[in-house]
Structures are given as C-alpha cells and as structure tokens.
C-alpha cells in the first residue's frame, strides 16, 4: 500500500513538472511572437510615410496650364471620389439642357439677329460688312433645353423618347433661321440694312431640335420615329474635332454639310430611324417621308456603316434627298409678286430647290491625351425631279413666293459641292482640352450657258470657287458643369464661292463690280462661359 502511494506521488511530481515546462514553452513563444509582430508593425508604418512622402513630392509646382500632359503626375497614383450622380431625373425621365453666351469681335460682321442660330455671321458672309463687338451667344455650342426618358418595358427592352429644343439665352428666343431670313426681306437692294441670317432646320417649332420616341434593345438595336438628325449630320458632329462650335466650326455654322447639301435637311422630320451594332461595326439607315402636295418636305433616305477597333473609328455614308430647299430673303419686286399671291403662312421667303446626292466618309483615332479626325464630303445637286410651284409649304409653316422667287432650274448643269477637313484635340490636363481644325470646301463651274460656262472668277455664283476656314479653340472645365473657353476662325472665300460679297465684289445694292476682288475674309475671337446640366 505505501509503495503503491509513494509511485502516484512520484507520477504526479513528474506531470506538474511537464506542465510547467510547457507554460514556460508558450508564455516564451507568445513573447516571441509579440516583438515581431511590434517589429513588423514599425517596418510598416515606416514604409507608409516614406510612400506619403514620395506621393507628396510627386505633385507639380508648375502651373498646370502651362503643363504638357507628361510632365502632370498619374491620375491614378490617388485615388479621387467617385463622381456623383446629379442628374436632373425621376424615375428615367430626365430635365437636361445647355446654356452658352460671351462676348465675340468679328471683323466684317453683321448686326446680331436673335431669331438666328447662331444669332451672328461668324463665318464670312455676303452681308458681312463692319466690325462687330458684343454679346455672342452660341459660339462654342447650341444653347438648349430638353427632356429625355429611358424606361425599361419588358426584359432588356426599353421604351425611350427625346424633346430638345435650340433658343438664344441673349434674348430667350426660340431658334428660327427661316424667321431671321424673312426679317431680311425687301433688303437685297440694301445690304447694309440687312442683320445676320442664316438658312437652317430650326424655324421656330416647339421642338426644333429633336422630337421622336421609340423602342431600344442592347442587342436588337434601337427604332425610333418622329423628327430626328439626319445621320449625315451625326457624321459631322462625330467626326469634326470642333464639333457644335457654331462660332469657329465651318461643318457647324453653315449646316449644309450635315443636311447633305441644304441646311434645312440637316433635321428630319416624319422620320423612321434604325440603328443597330454587330461587334464592333454599327449600321444604321433614316428614311423621312414627303407631306405630299407642294411641299419642300420630300423623300430622303440615308445609311450608314462604321466600325470601332483600337482607338479607331470610321464611318460611310451615302444618301438622296428629293425637293431640297435653299432659302433666300426676298427682293422688293418678288415680296411684292407674292404679296395677295400666295399665303403669308408664318412669312414669306425665296428659295432654290434641288434634288441632292451626298457621299460622306469620316474618321478619328484616340490615342493617349490626343484626339485625330478627318472627313471627306461630296454633294451633287441637281434640278428637281417634282418641281415645287409658288405657295409651297417649307419647315416652319414658311411659304416659298411667287414668280421669281422659286428657282426649279439653277442646277441644269450639276454643281458638285466638296468639302473636307481634319482637325486634332489634346487634353493638356484632365481639365483643360485645346482644338484646331483646316477646313476647306470647293465647288465646279455649273452655268449650263451663256458667258459664264466654265468660269473661274467671282462674276458669278455658279463659277468655280473655294472657301477656307482655319480655327483653333481651348477649353477649361474648371467647374462641374461649367466651363470657359476660347477661341477664334478664320474664313475665307474666293472666286465663285465670293460673287456679290461686300468684302469682295459685291456692292450694297446688291449687284457686283466688273473686275472687283475675288475673295473676302474675316476673323471672329470671342470668350464664353457655358452651363450644362
């Protein structure tokens, strides 16, 4: 029995010693662990300054205006906040807009025309005359209010609509380029009376810009019908590095590029438009149906294919428009043949008609902060297959005169109108771009008879000629939603493309002078602040 006690107390000194020897392993081991985790910790945090301190020697002490886009530390080195949403939106129908106004000085100019879009011959003009300083609105972008909706209808199936119209923020009016040409009649005999205008597809609707609803499916393509851009006037706009600056981009201010050779067709109306992209290529086509009767609302059609690969984009086009309307004021002598001749409507105007056939090809490459584009436009305008008779209805509610205020007949020899351009854009910084453009337009001789075939002076409008247009802009977004910007073109006109300019050979009654200049020029600086919401 004391054996058998004696060995227990024996057993149990040994496994209090075991015990102990393992509490004294743990407690070393968890010391141990304790100095490296406190060594690691100061290797780390000594890491984290040098890195704060690395980061905040990297930030440029050069201003970054005058910065190239190498020498401006990785946007990504910080991490910024993501961008909120505040767009103007309840439950996907959306209130947005622009507001675009400054100050502009132009050489030879005309008086401002709040009907206008813009409201100034930016561009040199046959009325342009003295110099204009003052408010210029418009000048980088069409100033315009919208309301949009996307609203999903069945699955990945949407139902989408968009109302914009374009106005001038100087005046509140809504754009009318028809309206500002009928302020102008009974002024050809006077030029210098006359204010700025321009031809255009704004005359003054409610929506004069766009106004089309449809349905959109991300991998059916979208349809939508209703009064929408021509597809040659998206071309431009894509592919034009100074694009919607009515003030220095000649593709812009002038429309008839976008309107496939007449600006009043650069906006369809009873359109039908299909879009849709397979990989990489896009296809799309626009078909706008005639009102019927004497109307210049004619058939058009258009299509397009393009395609996206690497930072590369190209697009073609072609398209015919049928009864194409050119509008012009009216002489005193034509105001007085319509008067009690034809319906008033909303004013009374002279137009050229034509049936028009456009090709189109443009381009652009990304590459980096730069931005490259080029494009190449043909027109041939051709006399009317469905001649328009005096009383006929233009957009707008318009109506075309009577005797010699319609022309069914100027193109008995096809003009052939080309134009192309290149342009390129750099972001200096994140926030400020700058922008430069050529762009030059060219037209054949088309006087089917007489002394003026085949003729290369400014006699004549249908004689040769060319217009040049130079211009280069910078734009700082040192706001969200605001920016501030400027710049300025330079145009020219020569030879055909100058007949009856005052700055040419042209005099203020109207007429031309024997063995005048044959070209005119101009240049347009301004300033402006925009809004955008």
Known sequence: MKRTFITAAAVLAFAATAHADELSDIQAQSKQLREQMSKRLAELE???KALEAQQKAAVPTISPVDAMAADLPYKAAVKAKPAENDDICIKGICV???????????????PLNALGNPPLNYLISKNSNGSYFGVGSNQASSSFIGLRGKQEIGDNLYAVFNLQTIFDPASGMNASGIGGIAQNNGLTNNLGFQNSFQDSSKAGQMFNQAAYFGISSPTY?????????????DLVTNYDALAGANAFSLLTFQGANGGGGDTEDRVYDNSYEYRVNVGPVRLAAIAQL?????????????????????????DFL??????????????????AASINTVANGNGIIAGTVSDNTVFQVGAKYVIGPWKFYGGYENVHFA???????????????????????INNTNFTKEKVLQTGWIGAKYAITPT???????????????????????????????????????????????????????????????NGLASGFLQANGTNAGGTIVGGSNKASSYDPGIGLRYQF
């Open 46 to 48: 000594k890491r984290q």
């Open 96 to 110: 947005y807009g622009n507001f675009d106004m400054g100050v502009s000085y132009i050489q030879h100019g005309a």
């Open 221 to 233: 393509g979208t349809f939508t019908m209703g009064r929408q851009s021509a597809l040659s006037s």
């Open 290 to 314: 005639r009102n019927g009767g004497n109307s210049s609302t004619g058939n058009a059609f258009q299509g397009d294919i393009g395609f996206d690969y690497m930072g590369f984009s190209m």
């Open 318 to 335: 072609g398209g015919k428009t049928y009864d194409a309307v050119s509008a012009a004021p009216l002489s005193q002598a034509q105001l």
């Open 383 to 405: 006399n009317p297959d469905n001649p328009l008779a005096p009383g006929a209805f233009v957009t707008g509610g318009y109506i075309l005169g009577a005797g010699t205020a």
């Open 432 to 494: 400020l771009d700058i922008a430069g453009a050529y762009y030059h337009e060219w037209q054949n001789s088309f006087a089917a008879t007489g002394v003026n075939v085949g003729c290369t002076d400014a006699r004549s409008a249908q004689c040769s000629g060319s217009l040049d247009a130079v211009s280069l802009m910078v734009d700082w977004r040192f706001a969200r939603h605001v920016d501030m910007y400027a710049g300025v073109m330079w145009s020219q006109v020569q």
